[in-house]
């Protein structure tokens, strides 16, 4: 409940968001010094001040987003400025480039919380924050059941509860909630979370999106009792809440004995139709009860009332009893409804078209749904009006799933249609199908996990979204890769052959190394690996067997053993058992030794084997080298990477000097964020290109190739000789503390574990045999509408959640800044 001082216009607030800003910033805002803005500050006034440096880089974007948020916040009683850092004055807020990516609420001339501006990304989210940190003592945040209860058990008999989720902080309907808890905090206790566990706890099924529960605590006197829950079945926005919270103020049934055409009540203020129970003398108990049970099941959509027919001077149908009166003015209309269920279902359809019809108006311009810190939801949000073409993929059901994969070579995508990493994926999968389209044999096919679980269980996937391969004769194949329209694509052409190929000839052989024999391939794999074992060799050969069969998909593998193989082992100076591992972009083919190697450690031979010498570092491969666990010798470069920095780097990986790190570049034009972990690195942007050591996984150093000295082999050479003597200082050491969330509601990758940790970790299945498949088609047939509403125990599965380049905000490791 809110306190005294949030009364009215509540106390004074001083919000400084300080950053950086571009000098052609916007121009609305009033312009004052530090000294000139600090002189304006009294207790009961608020301030939202924006701090910047004229010379300074900006940050374009976040200036735009709070240029929207003036008048909003002006309605709040928080009126804004911008403060220009001029030299002659100094404040802790005109400080280093860094602490200008803050922002600062204050009260009065108290600090009470800062945000990173990142967290500011919209205009949503900035009045969210500033009411949230406002707010703070009177929305109580809540993690658990058992903290909801405890709440609910202490209002008993005191005060109704507005118990809202929402799917992050900053959203759209975050901001709702709180311009609500603004309003009405004095009179309803509010209480948010963004735990989809504690949703599903309280009974809720569909928890896709952001929901508002009114708990009528108020009227409970005994403390054993559970307080009544209405929920909102609207879209969280401001006029829906207003809407939602005026009508739970209404009486809850009113008994009227007038005329319906003339019957005005605060429901037909609110856009809400009224619903009359008509009863006479004779049933009037009955009715009464009835009205009631309407009424509570209408709650928030609808006013009921009582119409009592004796007291009529109106005339009504003799055989209608039930009155339904949809606006103000409008003809009213006579019903014939004899159950309960069909009055509820007939106001709840009208009210569906209506906001139908609203929805369409509402398509030419909608808010933006953005998920903060959860590019993936808020893809899906930005992508929710595509019209996707699914009639290129096949919906599977629990019927027709045994009978389609049986029945062709098949690829199936197991999702969960309120998932948004299931969604998100849904698109490239379609963007496949168009690929695709007449050139495949192969049958594209979806399951919605949510609908058929049973199915998707028992085909043991117990984690979407999932891709499988289902081919005659073999056991399905799953997919583990990027989950991307490419990567998968890759996967499926490279599946087009059976791997290991058996290799019959001298010349197929040299064929295969060449890349002619399969050169409609070599885009998807630009290494072919090709074992040589004698024909007597059993145990090597077996191995080599096995392992393609692992990277099947992922690169071309083939095998010969024929009797003249030794021209092969002689022409390339192998000895038997080898790999010879062909390069086609290179043009190169080397061989490695295979004696006493077991399969695994030959798969990580190849798959080491696709990794480049010098790569640049992207989205999909920097988890792949960090696995190494060794030092990044990284070049920072703002746009393609300059051939004789490039050269002096290979020459010196080519005489074995870089083996204790990983020589890398990052190019800031295709990765912007590189400018960001320059300025964790340097207090100052340093000039391009520039060459930095990092040691993430042991100490955190990062040291820098002198800028004075220009990348040659031998300069940086004797570069490497200091750092491994210990003649070099670290610029900076990297923080080895946890990175946490400032709040639990912060904490965006529990939210999208959510699912996981309400269940027990589970170790992944071995793929089914074609005779599973065929023994599980007895127990497909069941109850539909009981699976249907079974909840789905799968856990989120990561969208590559290694991608450190997390919406281009935070670039971390190890708990460690990169």
Sequence with gaps: MMSFSFKVLRIGISFVVMCIVYKAAVNSLPELSPQQYFSTLQAGRASLAYFYQADSSSNSIFLEELNKAVKPLQDYGISVAKVNCVKEEISRYCGKERDLMKAYLFRGNILLREFPTDTLFDVNAIIAHVLFALLFNEVKYITTLEDLQNIENALKGKANIAFSYVRAIGTPEHRAVMEAAFVYGNTYQFVLTTEIALLESIGLEDIEYAHLYFFHCKSVLDLTHQCRRTLMGQPLTTLNIHRFIKSMEAPLLTEVAEDPQQVSTVHLQLGLPLVFIVSQQGTYEADRRTAEWVAWRLLGKAGVLLLLRDSL??????????????????????????????????????????????????DVEGPDMGIQDDEVAESVSRDRKRQLPLELILELTEETFNATVMASDSIVLFYA???????????????????????????????????????????????????????????????????????????????????????????????????????????????????????????????????????????????????????????????????????????????????????????????????????????????????????????????????????????????????????????????????????????????????????????????????????????????????????????????????????????????????????????????MKETDIQENNEEQHEDKSAVRKEPVKMRIKDWERSNVFKAEKSFRHDNKEL
Aim: proline letters at 6%.
């Design 313 to 362: 001077e109106v005339d009504i149908p003799q055989q209608a009893n039930v009155v339904l009166k949809r606006e103000e003015g409008m003809p009213v209309e006579f019903l014939v409804l004899h159950d309960v269920d069909l009055v509820i279902s007939h106001v709840e359809n009208n009210m569906d078209i209506e906001e139908t019809g609203e929805d369409e108006d509402d």
């Design 417 to 767: 249609g309120w998932q948004a990493v299931s969604m998100a994926f849904l698109h490239s999968y379609t963007d496949l199908a168009v690929k695709l389209k007449g050139a495949s044999t192969m049958l594209l096919t979806r399951i919605n996990c949510a609908d058929w679980p049973d199915t998707c269980n028992k085909q043991n996937v117990t984690e979407f979204p999932v891709v499988k391969m289902y081919k005659e004769g073999e056991n399905p194949v799953s997919y583990g890769g990027m989950l991307g329209t490419e990567e998968l694509l890759k996967f499926i052409q490279l599946n087009r052959i059976s791997c290991p190929v058996n290799i019959t000839s001298i010349q197929e052989a040299e064929e295969y190394l060449s890349g002619e024999l399969y050169k409609d391939l070599i885009i998807y794999s630009s290494v072919s690996a090709l074992g040589l074992f004698s024909p007597t060799t059993t145990t090597a050969k077996e191995r080599f067997t096995e392992a393609g069969k692992l990277l099947k998909g992922y690169v071309i593998t083939g095998i010969y053993s024929g009797e003249d193989v030794s021209i092969l082992s002689n022409k390339y100076t192998a000895t038997l058992p080898a790999l010879l591992l062909a390069r086609h972009k290179e043009g190169k083919v080397e061989n490695i030794p295979l004696a006493n190697t077991h399969a695994q450690e030959m798969v990580q031979i190849i798959t080491n084997a696709l990794l480049e010498t010098f790569p640049e570092i992207t989205v999909e491969n920097l988890p792949t080298y960090l696995r190494f666990q060794k030092p990044l010798l990284i070049l920072f470069s703002d746009d393609s990477i300059n051939p004789l920095y490039q050269k002096a780097v290979l020459a010196v990986v080519k005489e074995k000097h870089l083996d204790s790190v990983i020589p890398c570049w990052l190019n800031l034009k295709n990765t912007p964020v590189g400018r960001r972990i320059l300025q964790a690195y340097f207090d100052v942007l340093p000039p391009l290109p520039l060459l930095v050591v990092v040691n993430l996984h042991s100490g955190g150093q990062v040291f820098a190739f002198p800028s004075d000295q220009a990348i040659t082999e031998q300069n940086l050479l004797l570069w490497l000789k200091k750092l491994e003597a210990g003649l070099e200082h670290p610029i900076t050491i990297l923080p080895a503390q946890e990175w946490k969330p400032p709040l639990p509601a912060y904490n965006f990758l529990r939210m999208m574990d959510a699912a996981a940790s309400q269940h027990p970790t589970r170790k992944d299945p071995e793929c």
